[in-house]
């Protein structure tokens, strides 16, 4: 079992265990009681009251280059330097005199660009999450290593100072960029672990040129074609990426560097609400031993309740990507040659496909759009458009507007394409209109791949402003024209206006008043 002598700045640690193998923790989640072993062999803990993040209480300390370069506003809150000297101290306080628990591993697949980091925590399940999460390296690679970024993780202590800090709650969740340290106080919930080094990354990665990507990634097995998949919840981005066709990249975190993309992580963090063996089998199957599961309801026999939201609707489960047996092993790829964003538009107006051109795709990335349907939330009776820039917003430590640079540069070098895939609702609204059915939508992610798109038989709808295929193979175009499954063509385009005058308004937060990055003249029109 591997162990350290000591952690710099914390005292009086009766044991150090770093980098335990699955057999270890596994033994440590038993003796302290944190898990308990379901009926398919994973664990499963709970995180206490916080069954997610806590966005509301993350903060930046406003200091050095993220004074200057961070997006500030509601989803990233600066915090002074004093404070976060506090409450630093204040977990090195907490931290010590108990065992602990170090993970030292990488986000990043890509040797050259990935970030060593260290994640010190109190509990064992905590360290089995990051095992799964980030990348596992080498017992050669430990020798030598040094982090480059440390997570402090003391969830057993609070801030019962906030109000006098001016903060939101007792939880807080804070970065400082330029030490590069993050601490965390006030809650048990992993999710926060991964997401803060994927915001970190969005912040050290473009500054070098680098493009990091909240989306998935596979690879075709023969052509070595890559694609990315985007899109926001209940858009199809995990299952539609999950293809036994193509192996898998990721899941949920890339880079796209000078060489190709790769995989920010080591595992995958999928939703377990629902889930079952026959709509999802690559997940299901790699909940066993190794897999965490979070928060969900575990019956007498020991077997999952996975339809139990009881605890809450975000029960989730974490395992190794090797796991997936349908895998790129190495977490690279070459430069996509397709980029799809996917939507669940409830509208019923967009397309079940559009071929985007490299500026329209700067536009549809920092819009970030899919759609609510009525019932979802209460007080929700229509459809509801929900935006959120670069498909992540929640994550993008710097302005938007420096993802999709990137994004038009990397496409327009690497010849990348482009579509818009909507697997939402068609011949009317939600209530109207039916879902988009799954084969159509393999069909047409099968070809975008094969070429069957490559063609220049498109119509242009001038509100909608996008380029929609007349056929695609056999498939006519009344399946993919929207308004050809509407009852009313007059209806359709009140609709269309209806939607398009909603992009318009989302993306004036986007056009500073210069031409330089003016992309209105590329989305929607009205």
Same mark, same amino acid.
């Given at each position: ?11 009086n ?6 980098n ?6 596994f ?8 898990? $308990? ?23 930046? $300390?406003? *200091?050095?280059?993220? *004074? ?9 809150k ?18 010590? #005199? ?20 260290? $994640?010190i ?30 997570i ?6 609070a801030?019962?100072?906030? @109000? *006098?800090?001016? &903060?939101?709650?007792?939880?807080f969740?804070?970065?400082?960029l ?8 006030g ?19 473009p500054?070098?040129?680098? &493009? ?14 890559s694609?990315?998949?985007?899109g926001?919840?209940?858009?199809? @981005? ?6 036994? @066709?193509r ?11 000078? *060489? ?8 995958? /963090?999928?939703k ?5 063996p ?5 997940? /299901?199957?790699?909940?066993?031993r ?6 969900? $309801? ?19 489960v ?31 107006? &967009? ?32 459809p ?55 084969k ?27 380029e929609?295929?007349?056929?695609? #193979? ?16 007059d ?8 939607l ?10 986007y ?7 003016d ?6 029109q009205?």
């Open positions: 079992m591997k162990t350290m002598e000591r952690i710099p700045g914390i005292e640690s009766p044991a150090i265990y770093r335990l193998s699955y057999d270890d923790i033994e440590h989640e038993q003796k302290n009681n944190e898990t $308990v072993l379901t009926a398919q062999g994973a664990m499963t803990v709970d995180t206490g009251i916080f069954t997610g993040r806590s966005p509301k209480d993350k903060y930046i $300390v406003k *200091e050095g280059q993220a *004074e200057k370069d961070i997006w500030w506003g509601n989803i990233n600066p915090v002074s330097e004093d404070i976060f000297n506090e409450l630093h101290a204040q977990c090195l306080n907490h931290l010590s #005199g108990k065992p602990l628990y170090v993970f030292d591993g990488y986000a990043g697949a890509r040797q050259s660009t990935r970030l060593s980091l260290r $994640v925590t109190e509990k064992a399940w905590q360290h089995h999450f990051c095992t799964n999460m980030f990348i596992r390296p080498q017992d050669s690679e430990l020798d030598s290593f040094v982090p480059e970024f440390t402090y993780n003391a969830s057993g202590t801030n019962p100072k906030f @109000k *006098e800090h001016g &903060l939101n709650s007792d939880v969740v804070i970065f400082h330029s030490k590069k340290i993050a601490i965390i106080g809650t048990e919930y992993g999710g926060e672990m991964k997401k803060g080094i994927f915001s970190v990354m969005n912040f050290y990665k500054l070098e040129g680098i &493009l990091t990507m909240h989306c998935s990634a596979n690879v075709g097995k023969d052509k070595g074609d694609a990315l998949f985007f926001l919840s209940g858009t199809g @981005k995990t299952t539609l990426s999950t293809d036994p @066709k192996p898998l990249i990721g899941d949920d975190e890339h880079g796209w560097d000078d *060489e190709g993309i790769w995989n920010l992580e080591g595992g995958c /963090y999928a377990a609400i629902n889930l079952n026959d709509d999802e089998p690559l997940i /299901y199957n790699a909940i066993k190794d897999a965490l599961l979070e928060n969900v $309801v575990v019956l007498d026999d020991n077997s999952v309740d996975y339809a139990d939201n009881s605890k809450t609707e975000n029960t989730r974490s395992y190794p990507i090797f796991h997936i047996p349908n895998r790129v092993e190495s977490g690279v790829a070459n430069h996509p040659e397709n980029i799809i964003f996917l939507t669940c538009d409830a509208f019923g107006v &967009l397309p079940p496909v559009a071929r985007l051109s490299p500026e329209q795709a700067m536009y549809h990335f920092l819009s970030g759009y899919t759609a609510k349907v009525a019932g979802t939330e209460r007080g929700i009776t229509e509801t458009a929900t935006f959120s820039a670069c498909f992540g917003a929640a994550f993008m430590t710097l302005h938007p507007t420096r993802y999709a640079r990137l994004l038009g540069e990397k496409m327009k070098k690497h010849g990348t394409k482009a579509y818009l895939v909507n697997t939402g609702w068609a011949g009317g609204p939600h209530g109207v209109g039916s879902r988009m059915k799954i159509l939508t393999r069909s047409i992610i099968d070809g975008i791949f094969d070429g069957t798109l490559d063609h220049s038989d498109y119509t242009h709808h001038d509100v909608l402003n996008l929609i295929p007349d056929h695609m #193979g056999a498939v006519k175009s009344e399946l993919l024209h929207p308004w050809a499954s509407w009852n009313s063509r209806d359709f385009e009140a609709q269309a206006k209806k398009a005058g909603m992009f318009v308004q989302n993306f004036k937060q056009v500073d008043g210069s031409s330089e990055f992309f209105t003249a590329h989305g929607p009205v």
